[in-house]
């Protein structure tokens, strides 16, 4: 599976991106899908998940509330929905695939090349 993200930018706290994360192939919709992401100097994160179905999400606390994780299975596309973003949000945010959603980066044997979010004070 290739995985292209793409949506990041520059935007002011308190305002919105959505990212979204296209797969190449048909069978996207067999593939739990998460999002990651790495600051600066710091280990990548857990963002959210979201199983084959879309029938389950997760999110890390850092982002319950004002993240979405959202699928279109027809369009092989994964979505994150980020609101009230504040600069702590600032890093490269990774979309990824797998058999099982889950939040450790280690289970996903998929990965997008990243995109850049920059959320200024």
């Known amino acids: 599976v290739q995985l292209q993200a793409s949506g990041g930018g520059l935007v002011q706290a308190g305002g919105s991106l959505r990212l979204s994360c296209a797969a190449s192939r048909r069978t996207f919709s067999s593939y739990a899908m998460g999002w990651f992401r790495q600051a600066p100097g710091k280990e990548r994160e857990f963002v959210a998940a979201i199983t084959w179905s879309g029938s389950s999400t997760y999110y890390a606390d850092s982002v319950k509330g004002r993240f979405t994780i959202s699928r279109d299975n027809a369009k092989n596309t994964v979505y994150l929905q980020m609101n009230s973003l504040k600069p702590e949000d600032t890093a490269v945010y990774y979309c990824?695939?797998?058999?099982?959603?889950?939040?450790?980066?280690?289970?996903?044997?998929?990965w997008g090349q990243g995109t850049l979010v920059t959320v200024s004070s």
């Open positions: 990824a695939a797998n058999w099982d959603a889950g939040s450790r980066h280690t289970m996903y044997d998929y």
